[in-house]
């Protein structure tokens, strides 16, 4: 329902470094080596890092502004990415925010991420939720079923986990996933139809 509600959105002009930006229209821009299912749904304007995979029934929504993501994520199916501003934070018009997406991040089936800014070497789990207040630094894990909206900023290598969400540092970052996304890169276009890249490195 919330797609229909923002393909039905009326046209924004958001000024931009002098520019007034089209927010209702999609830019979509897929580096050469990242492979993105015809079946994820993308809004606005999102650029795709080389050697990211973006599982089909996964969406990316770029409404409060572009989103950048790095190389080497992982995007599973039923994750929702969505760039949104709080509500206390909307209608200003200083600038368009750019949600920054390091690389090697993973997003595991139905996480749904809000947070403005995102690192690298991230987990987020399955069925999770981190909300548009939440910056996470680099290496955090995001447990299965946590929920995060309080405003902070996860420090590097810190784990969420439990029912309460409770906290603890890590020791290391979590490892890339490459040898998961080496496997998807051959075995996923024999079952999906997949987006062109258009964009040069």
């Known amino acids: 329902m919330g797609l229909i509600l923002l393909d039905s959105l009326p046209l924004h002009r958001i000024p ?3 520019l007034k930006i089209n927010m209702s229209r999609n830019s979509i821009k897929i580096l050469p080596g990242a492979l993105v299912c015809e079946e994820s749904k993308l809004r606005g304007d999102i650029t795709i890092g080389s050697g ?29 990415i969505v ?29 749904n991420v809000e947070s ?6 991230n987990v ?3 069925k999770c939720f981190v909300g548009n207040r939440v910056t996470v630094s680099d290496g955090c894990i995001i447990g299965a079923g946590c929920r995060l909206t309080e405003e902070q900023t996860l420090k590097d290598k810190m784990i969420i986990y439990g ?11 979590p490892q890339p996933q490459t040898l998961q996304i080496e496997t998807l890169t051959k075995m996923l276009p024999n079952y999906h139809h997949i987006k062109k890249s258009n964009k040069k490195n």
Do not use: W
């Not at 990211?52 to 929702?80: D, K, M, N, W």
């Open 124 to 126: 987020f789990e399955a």
């Open 116 to 121: 403005p800014k995102i690192g690298s070497n």
């Open 52 to 80: 990211t995979i973006v599982h089909p029934r996964a969406s990316i929504i770029a409404e409060a502004g572009p989103i950048i993501i790095g190389e080497y994520c992982l995007i599973e199916e039923q994750v929702r």
């Open 16 to 18: 931009c470094y002098g």
């Open 83 to 111: 760039h949104r501003l709080p509500f206390d934070q909307r209608n200003k018009e200083n600038s368009t925010p750019v949600l920054l997406i390091g690389s090697h991040n993973v997003f595991e089936v139905d996480c």
């Open 163 to 173: 029912s309460r969400c409770q906290m603890r540092e890590g020791l290391d970052k």
